[in-house]
């Protein structure tokens, strides 16, 4: 069963339009949540995570996202792009189950094009 | 500090021939992972080296996959008897331990089998 779920493989935005990275995960006794961000030609590096606490997360360059239990989800959002947000997102998930901790399950990914 | 690195950048091999692949982690970091990264595939998991020892090897595909860590710092990953659906950009990262921890990935090498 796929863990993580990417609905979106590309997302074509324009400048200074707000923007949002779809991710749901499948459901868990607990998770840990991850936003990565590979620009080109670069390594993944990453944006934000969820562990505990709050369920809005404030990441770098303006990202945040939302832990929603009820819909699974983990949506990734930005109000206004720049062009060097043009990058591929992944989400990602550690899944626990009865106190027993997975690995980083990786989404597809997406593909965020943003254009003048 | 110095990031995590990984040699060589790029590979072209012939179908058959072996490959090595070697990781270099951040400093003082516990925790080590291989990830593939295939178009259309996205990343996969290979394996998980806790310090010298592999506790997760559920990832790698095939028996012609191994690797290992030596002196809880540097890692490679082997390919035997490579085959074309082997290319794919190879990932390694690190992080300080495990669970909940950020993964810091290096930049990866892009295997291309003939």
């Known amino acids: 069963a796929q863990s993580v779920t990417q609905l979106d493989s590309q997302v074509p935005v324009f400048e200074e339009a707000p923007v949002e990275l779809r991710c749901n995960y499948s459901?868990?006794?607990?998770?840990?949540l991850f936003w990565y961000v590979q620009y080109p030609n670069q390594g993944l590096q990453l944006l934000l995570k969820?562990?505990?606490?709050?369920?809005l997360v404030k990441g770098i360059n303006g990202f945040e996202a939302e832990f929603n239990k009820s819909q699974t989800s983990f949506h990734l959002r930005k109000p206004s792009v720049h062009i060097s947000d043009t990058a591929e997102y992944f989400c990602?998930?550690?899944?626990?189950?009865?106190?027993?901790?997975?690995?980083?399950?990786f989404g597809k990914g997406t593909k965020l094009s943003v254009k003048p | 500090g110095a990031g995590v690195s990984q040699s060589p950048s790029n590979k072209v091999t012939e179908k058959g021939k072996d490959v090595e692949l070697r990781c270099d982690p951040i400093?003082?970091?516990?925790?080590l992972y291989w990830y593939r990264q295939s178009l259309g595939q996205g990343l996969e998991f290979l394996i998980y080296?806790?310090?010298?020892?592999?506790?997760?090897k559920s990832g790698l595909p095939s028996d012609r996959f191994s690797a290992e860590r030596t002196g809880g710092s540097v890692s490679t990953l082997k390919i035997q008897r490579t085959q074309q659906e082997d290319s794919a950009v190879y990932l390694c990262?690190?992080?300080?331990?495990?669970?909940?921890?950020?993964?810091?990935f290096g930049p990866g090498t892009r295997l291309l089998v003939l």
């Open positions: 990262a690190s992080s300080p331990g495990r669970f909940q921890e950020t993964q810091y």
């Open positions: 459901s868990s006794v607990s998770v840990y």
């Open positions: 969820y562990l505990s606490g709050s369920t």
């Open positions: 990602a998930v550690i899944l626990t189950y009865g106190g027993s901790q997975g690995n980083l399950i």
């Open positions: 400093s003082g970091h516990t925790a």
């Open positions: 080296f806790q310090g010298n020892s592999a506790p997760d």
